[in-house]
């Protein structure tokens, strides 16, 4: 039966058919034309081996038709089977039409979960030629133009990013199992990296890279673990991935800061730098001080931030040493408007000083709690709150315990303000707390703190009592000459 169908069809390969770049014929209009995978690191065909076949003749497929399960075929019939498969995946259907195809789009969705079954199983190693073709119908499935945001193209005002409902692709009930395909065969045991990369080349990884800016979430999920599964396995493609990575980092602080997958890219960053060895090459250093820290900058931070934080953190895990140059990165990009961000910060700020060891904490004390004091002061309660709960983590408490005659001085000023004029009585109570643990931290410092600051406001109100005498004679001058103005001659 099966060779019936494998016959039926079958011509006499003409010259347009040998020229065609694909396997798979033409199927409906635009299924199978135009589509190229550079494969720009091949370097030649490689030596026949037992694995690898000769292209097979197979006719073009004019429509979609299903075809005999894979344990229904002799072992030796299997290779063509999966090419004819394959075949059919090649078929793309209009998915805004629900009732438009409904047969051969369900046809084509057995065959996938076919294909994705006969993959997993592991009973039968496919050819190379198989993996080729296979390649090639996940391009065609997978890499396609991602529709404009809601802003871009209507003139309309951009809207924030937060607030944007996601675009979710209709076609997703076919693109799922074609990524799941394309996972079961990176993950699987039979696929030989050697082999593989020919066509999982650097073209390929960076179309898949730019499918991140999909607006839909669980696509960008499939791609997230696909991506960590392709670095983890071909370790030839990892300093070409981070550079990939890098670049569209640079394009969204810089210029767009607009991407939708930045949050998915710094998850799978995240398991890379857990795994850097020790010590650090200058190339990480340098994607920390020039793609992670500025990714503090962009307005939609909150929608990554988490994912960002934990990469920080990792980096001064790894290497103490670099605490201090994430400190002062973070007060570079230290937000003077938008206290959401703020928050955010403080939050990261206390991760990172977790880390902190006391050298690396005394290099930038000073300008972190200068700005620190300015946190106290916040109008807005949940800054100032945030800052206060900084003196819950013992660590953070234990270094500035140990700088505490630095430290002091410099915060004394604000939290006098707040225990007399904040408006927040959380706030007010938490200032309370911290300035008690600083009378028993050591007296005789916060009563040379407190001696300090009396002067100070003592000295303060001289200048603003001379201020306005000054001001008082000025008027009283002024009132003067315009009597005298006023005298007739």
């Known amino acids: 039966m099966f060779k019936k169908i494998m016959k039926g069809g079958q011509k006499k390969p003409s010259k347009s058919d040998a020229n ?51 344990r229904d075929v002799p072992v030796s019939e299997r290779q063509t089977l999966f090419m004819r498969k394959l075949q059919i995946c090649c078929f793309q259907f209009d998915f ?45 499935n997978v890499f396609r133009c991602l529709p404009p945001a809601s802003h871009e193209n209507t003139g309309q005002e951009a809207t924030d990013p937060e607030e944007e409902e996601p675009y979710l692709e209709p ?56 991506l960590h599964r392709i670095y983890g396995k071909f370790m030839v493609h990892r300093p070409f991935i981070r550079k990939a990575i890098n670049n569209i980092f640079y394009r969204f602080i810089y210029e767009t800061e607009r991407h939708s997958g930045i949050g998915e890219l710094l998850e799978i960053l995240g398991s890379i730098i857990n795994g850097f060895a020790l010590p650090m090459k200058e190339e990480h250093k340098l994607f920390l001080v020039r793609a992670l820290i500025p990714l503090h900058k962009p307005k939609p931070l909150s929608l990554y931030h988490q994912q960002l934080s934990y990469c920080i953190t990792q980096f001064v895990e790894k290497d103490f040493k670099l605490a201090d140059i994430v400190i002062r990165g973070l007060l570079k990009y230290w937000p003077l408007t938008n206290c959401q961000k703020e928050v955010l910060f403080l939050g990261e700020l206390e991760e990172v000083l977790e880390a902190t060891q006391p050298t690396e904490f005394q290099r930038c004390m000073i300008p972190l709690f200068r700005q620190i004091a300015r946190c106290l002061n916040s109008s807005h309660f949940q800054v100032a709150e945030r800052a206060l709960f900084l003196w819950n983590n013992e660590h953070v408490v234990s270094l500035i315990a140990q700088n505490r005659q630095v430290i002091l001085p410099i915060i004394f000023e604000a939290l006098e303000r707040n225990v007399q004029s904040h408006w927040n009585q959380a706030v007010h109570g938490l200032t309370v707390n911290v300035r008690k643990m600083f009378m028993e931290m050591d007296a005789e410092l916060f009563e040379e ?41």
């Open 449 to 489: 703190c407190q001696r300090q600051y009396a002067e100070k406001q003592a000295k303060a109100r001289d200048v603003e009592e001379q201020r306005e005498m000054t001001w008082k004679r000025l008027a009283d001058v002024a009132a003067q000459r315009g009597e005298e103005d006023m005298v007739p001659a």
């Open 20 to 70: 065609d770049a694909s396997l798979f014929g033409n199927g409906p209009a635009g299924a199978g034309a135009n589509v190229v995978v550079n494969h720009a690191s091949r370097t030649g065909p490689a030596p026949p081996g037992p694995n690898s076949v000769g292209p097979l003749n197979l006719a073009p497929m004019l429509s979609v038709e299903p075809l005999p399960v894979f």
């Open 96 to 140: 805004s039409d629900t009732l438009k195809s409904v047969r051969e789009k369900e046809i084509k969705r057995q065959t996938l979960l076919e294909l994705i079954d006969f993959i997993q199983s592991g009973s039968g190693k496919i050819t190379e030629v198989c993996q080729q073709e296979m390649i090639k119908m996940v391009a065609l």
């Open 171 to 226: 076609c997703w009930p076919h693109l799922q199992l074609v990524y799941e395909l394309l996972l079961r065969y990176v993950v699987s045991s039979d696929t030989d990296t050697k082999v593989a990369k020919r066509y999982i080349d650097h073209s390929f990884v960076l179309k898949l890279l730019d499918l991140f800016d999909s607006e839909d979430p669980r696509e960008r999920e499939y791609l997230k673990t696909i």
